[in-house]
């Protein structure tokens, strides 16, 4: 899983290069899918990824606001805050996580394993990728290569 995560955050850096060539107002532009918009779609996989980390790490939610993000540069920020904040819980995972029960403060009565959590992370910024690339097509633009093969990984 931590190949995975290192993929994902990898994608994420090529996918914030992409968007510093788009004008602002086509990132912020509304669309039908994702988030609403290609920078509140990458303000949305960080915010999950961190209150999902959080939570297996029993610490509380943040919360931000994306209207406290309403910039390429502040999202990247975010986004590099929240990978120094990860970082070495995600590169220390070890098996014995793998079934820790975790109940996340924004849902009442329901319980996870932290490894189940840490798969839907992965999963739901790869569905969210898919969404860039066809947003980037639409936009007449080449998207990132989603390829694991080839990175180095």
């Given at each position: 899983m931590k190949l995975l995560f290192e993929y994902n955050w990898q994608v994420r850096n090529e996918w914030f290069e992409w968007c510093s060539h788009v004008p602002n107002e086509v990132l912020i532009h509304k669309r039908i899918g994702g988030a609403g918009s290609i920078l509140h779609t990458f303000f949305h996989i960080v915010d999950t990824e961190l209150s999902w980390?959080?939570?297996?790490?029993?610490?509380?939610?943040?919360?931000?606001?994306?209207?406290?993000?309403?910039?390429?540069?502040?999202?990247?920020?975010?986004?590099?805050?929240?990978?120094?904040?990860?970082?070495?819980?995600?590169?220390?995972?070890?098996?014995?996580?793998?079934?820790?029960?975790?109940?996340?403060s924004w849902m009442e009565n329901e319980s996870f394993t932290a490894g189940e959590i840490l798969r839907h992370i992965i999963a739901h910024e790869i569905h969210h990728i898919g969404q860039l690339s066809i947003w980037s097509r639409e936009l007449e633009l080449k998207p990132v290569s989603s390829n694991f093969i080839g990175r180095g990984l």
């Open positions: 980390i959080r939570a297996i790490e029993g610490k509380p939610d943040i919360a931000p606001q994306f209207s406290d993000y309403n910039s390429l540069a502040q999202v990247v920020q975010f986004s590099k805050d929240s990978n120094e904040e990860i970082k070495d819980f995600i590169l220390s995972w070890s098996t014995e996580l793998e079934r820790k029960t975790v109940m996340p």
